[in-house]
């Protein structure tokens, strides 16, 4: 990938266990967002956590950014089947304006 | 609030026709980006368009060019199709200052 790298490739779990997913990125951003993507379809943005913010919450979802490590997490609580899906970590590279997605993590989760 | 609109959504072309992709902005958005996302792939980007104007390019081939119009509004042509240009386009906008990209549902080009 061009910026991001998602972590674990892919991970298998329940329904109702906790999902989470990390991702780590290599310069200086202005926000890092989330999406998730079933297969063959378009993106869909989660959410959206800016450089200044540690912690963020929409939902189920949680997302924390450490940008002394340069690392995000994604956690999804009590998932469901239907949160099967790919997700992706994109970074907006400050200065630059680029912007570049991770290989993302595909979850699985079995009903 | 209306999203961001991508035309066709689906396209099927033979190999060395053209394809010219659409996009329509989020309302006030002034900046266009264009991505590529291969089979099993991760997005890669292509190209963007600030206020009618490039402002990057990513790996887009020489094959493809794209412009963004008065209205904000961007076209994708691609010339001379092959099998590997078979993929997902997405695009996205913004804001150019807030940099909270956007993205459309994408438009699934199928080359045969």
């Known amino acids: 990938s061009q910026q991001g790298e998602e972590d674990p490739q892919a991970l298998s779990i329940q329904e109702g266990e906790n999902a989470t997913m990390n991702c780590s990125y290599k310069t200086s951003i202005n926000n890092l967002q989330w999406y998730r993507q079933n297969s063959g379809r378009g993106l869909v943005h989660l959410i959206l956590?800016?450089?200044?913010?540690r912690e963020k919450h929409s939902g189920r979802l949680r997302v924390t950014l450490d940008t002394s490590k340069k690392s995000s997490s994604l956690l999804i609580t009590a998932s469901r089947a239907a949160d099967t899906a790919s997700y992706f970590c994109a970074t907006d590279e400050l200065n630059f304006n680029k912007f570049y997605f991770g290989s993302g993590t595909k979850l699985n989760v079995k009903p | 609030a209306a999203g961001v609109i991508q035309s066709p959504r689906h396209l099927i072309k033979e190999k060395r026709e053209t394809a010219t992709l659409k996009c329509y902005p989020i309302s006030r958005h002034d900046t266009v980006y264009w991505y590529q996302q291969g089979p099993g792939q991760d997005p890669q980007f292509l190209i963007s368009?600030?206020?009618?104007?490039?402002?990057d390019k990513g790996s887009i081939p020489d094959r493809f060019s794209a412009q963004q119009f008065s209205d904000y509004h961007s076209e994708l042509n691609m010339s001379s199709l092959e099998l590997g240009d078979s993929a997902l386009y997405f695009c996205?906008?913004?804001?150019?200052?807030?940099?909270?990209?956007?993205f459309g549902p994408g438009t699934r080009l199928t080359v045969l």
């Open positions: 996205a906008s913004s804001l150019w200052e807030s940099g909270e990209r956007f």
């Open positions: 956590i800016r450089s200044n913010e």
């Open positions: 368009f600030y206020e009618k104007m490039q402002s």
